[in-house]
């Protein structure tokens, strides 16, 4: 059960398996061949290609000096900016009739959407037809299963999505044995080398998810404040970081304000609520709490409530309904949510993809930025973060009852 809760962090909530075959869209023909070669020849088939400037134009304002997180095998990340197609490469893509599966851990919920989708689309737009899409629940012994399904097909490109790096190991081996291109999101099986196993890893960044939002909780308490902060009171990589990102934000901009910071561990998500309301008994003075994410962020809202303090802001990474909703109230206690590039994750995955067919030099492991969400910008950051996937309507209703 706690490793279900901390693979949430990213991907929210598990859902039934599913297999789905899709079909590749064909584009049309040009119906007159001699304007049809003239206008190629005016393209610069160097040039990178709209797609990928397009979406990282929009990232360009989001992206930090450095990244400041290492990979499991420390790999240093970088930002997706440099990883690009270029117009003459997404046309030898196409031409090959490429064929591609995705392997996935868990299928629900808007945030995992955003990843799956993104890959998917882009496959589609260079013409690589997805085989197949499975998804795992979280089971390890259910993706390994998937995986064997999906190599029947003889895919060219396998991404995987993997429940357990130890188990995934064994796991993905068929891929690696038939010398698939192989691409992963976010966790490296354990052993497993990029340019050896694998082409590199596509992930989101803890670091700045948490940094992000601490930052923002630091600006919205007083001088000299009394906050409280919920870190990971175990070892796990991705939350460890984000902790350490929350105490650097803390020190670099806290101690200018003379903060007093409250800290504890918690390792079970559906425990925040009563840990924060046994910290507000002690403290009663704590402005506001920062969470890892939108789960046990809720949890702590609900339980606040019930004891009265609703006062209290909180703040923490990711955006779904609950927290989205509890947002855009005026009465709500979530006062900003930080939110990565979610869509263009996926994107990097299949980009990565295209390098390993290509044979081209790709990063071990390329992430995104991250930025604030507020009511005043929620409407954009949607169409962009989440762009596969349809806004609900209740999102929508709130927004236009506030005039945005």
């Not at 240093?76 to 900016?81: A, I, R, T």
């Not at 882009?122 to 690589?128: A, K, M």
């Not at 097909?153 to 396998?158: E, K, Q, R, T, Y």
């Not at 906050?227 to 806290?254: C, K, P, Q, S």
């Amino acid at each position: 059960m706690k490793k279900l809760w901390i693979v949430c962090l990213l991907l929210v909530i598990a859902a039934p398996g599913l297999l789905v075959s899709c079909q590749k869209k064909k584009q049309e023909t040009v119906v007159e061949e001699e304007p049809a070669a003239k206008v190629e020849e005016t393209v610069d088939m160097d040039e990178i290609d709209p797609l990928w400037t397009e979406m990282h134009a929009l990232e360009a304002d989001y992206i930090t000096p450095s990244v400041k997180f290492t990979g499991t095998a420390g790999e240093q990340p970088v930002y997706d900016d440099g990883l690009v197609l270029t117009r003459g490469e997404v046309k030898k893509i196409r031409s090959m009739n490429l064929t591609a599966v995705y392997v996935d851990n868990n299928l629900a919920g808007e945030y995992t959407m955003a990843i799956h989708g993104g890959a998917i689309d882009v496959f589609e737009y260079l013409n690589i037809e997805v085989l197949a899409e499975t998804q795992a629940d979280f089971d390890a012994a259910k993706q390994a299963s998937d995986v064997e399904s999906v190599m029947a097909l003889d895919p060219d490109i396998v991404i995987g999505y993997v429940v357990d790096p130890v188990t995934g190991a064994q796991g993905f081996k068929p891929v690696v044995d038939a010398g698939k291109v192989l691409v992963f999101v976010s966790t490296r099986p354990d052993g497993y080398e990029p340019g050896r196993e694998y082409v590199g890893i596509s992930t989101n960044n803890p670091y700045d998810n948490a940094y992000v939002y601490t930052k923002d909780m630091i600006d919205s308490v007083s001088d000299g404040g009394s906050v409280g902060i919920i870190t990971w009171g175990g070892e796990y990589f991705v939350l460890n970081v984000m902790d350490d990102a929350t105490r650097d934000a803390l020190e670099e901009h806290g101690t200018k304000k003379n903060l007093i910071v409250h800290e504890e561990g918690n390792v079970d998500p559906m425990a925040a609520g009563t840990l924060v309301t046994a910290m507000v008994q002690k403290w009663p003075e704590i402005e506001a709490f920062s969470l890892l994410w939108f789960d046990p962020a809720m949890v702590a809202v609900q339980d606040l409530r019930g004891m009265g303090r609703d006062d209290i802001k909180i703040f923490t990474f990711g955006m779904n309904t609950p927290a989205i909703l509890d947002l855009l109230n005026p009465d709500g206690m979530i006062k900003s949510l930080s939110q990565d590039f979610t869509w263009n994750i996926g994107m990097n995955t299949a980009t990565l993809a295209a390098y390993g067919v290509l044979g081209k030099e790709a990063p071990k492991l390329v992430t995104v930025p991250t930025l604030s969400v507020t009511p005043d910008n929620l409407r954009d950051i949607w169409e962009v973060a989440y762009r596969n996937v349809a806004m609900p309507q209740e999102i929508d209703d709130a927004l236009k009852k506030m005039g945005k």
